[in-house]
């Protein structure tokens, strides 16, 4: 199991909005940073978010990153089939003294 | 531009050890951390472990610890995961990740068959 909380999966229209939930706990999301990968299938994970809220260079404003207290949301709008894929969330574990993966969204787009 | 290269592919019988390179352009690597991350055929990606390029010093995952080792060579630009006593639940993705999350390896996949 994982120590952060993701649901398996999502799915919305194309044009809509949705949100990824990732839950965790004071030793992790609470006290650190949370990043957001996207991860196509047979490819590595691309960063879509860091530190919470920011964008890498790159990567559109339709995507976008919140925390408040243990938890965290990354929201997509303006969905397109091309935004079908894996999504994780991240953290540093301060117990762990390492990252700590979410079990990934599953998002389609139907 | 910064890039982790990863070695290629491994086939490996249960028991043997794998070692996997990560070498690092673009940046100097002892700049940031570089993390290991492995992924299961569908599932999720696992932290293993880090390593400090400034100072060498690593951590690891404890349910790998015992069997993984990683090293970096400055000179060369390179880290390296060691995997030692392989089974068939090893059998996985493995990537490197600077520290800072930004720049992933391409992956290596590693076979473990018995």
């Known amino acids: 199991q994982s120590v952060l909380t993701q649901p398996p999966s999502a799915s919305e229209t194309p044009g809509q909005r949705v949100t990824i939930s990732c839950s965790g706990s004071?030793?992790?999301?609470?006290?650190?940073?949370v990043y957001w990968y996207q991860q196509l299938p047979g490819t590595a994970p691309k960063l879509l978010i860091y530190?919470?809220?920011e964008r890498p260079s790159g990567v559109p404003d339709r995507f976008s990153g919140s925390k408040s207290g243990t938890s965290a949301s990354l929201a997509i709008s303006g969905l397109r089939s091309e935004d079908e894929a894996d999504y994780y969330c991240?953290?540093?574990?301060?117990?762990?003294?390492?990252?700590?993966f979410g079990g990934g969204t599953e998002l389609a787009v139907l | 531009q910064v890039q982790l290269v990863q070695s290629g592919p491994e086939v490996k019988e249960t028991g043997a050890s794998v070692k996997v390179d990560c070498k690092a352009s673009?940046?100097?690597?002892?700049?940031?951390?570089i993390h290991w991350v492995r992924q299961a055929p569908g599932q999720r990606l696992e932290w293993m472990g880090w390593?400090?390029?400034?100072?060498?010093?690593?951590k690891y995952l404890q349910k790998f610890q015992g069997r993984v080792t990683i090293t970096r060579d400055t000179s060369a630009n390179t880290v390296y995961m060691e995997l030692r006593s392989l089974r068939s639940e090893d059998t996985a993705v493995y990537y490197c990740?600077?520290?800072?999350?930004?720049?992933w390896g391409q992956g290596t996949l590693v076979t473990v068959s018995s």
């Open positions: 990740a600077r520290g800072d999350h930004a720049y």
């Open positions: 673009g940046y100097t690597l002892i700049s940031y951390s």
């Open positions: 390593i400090n390029n400034g100072n060498g010093n690593t």
């Open positions: 004071s030793s992790n999301i609470g006290n650190n940073y």
């Open positions: 530190r919470n809220t």
């Open positions: 991240a953290t540093w574990d301060d117990s762990l003294s390492g990252w700590v």
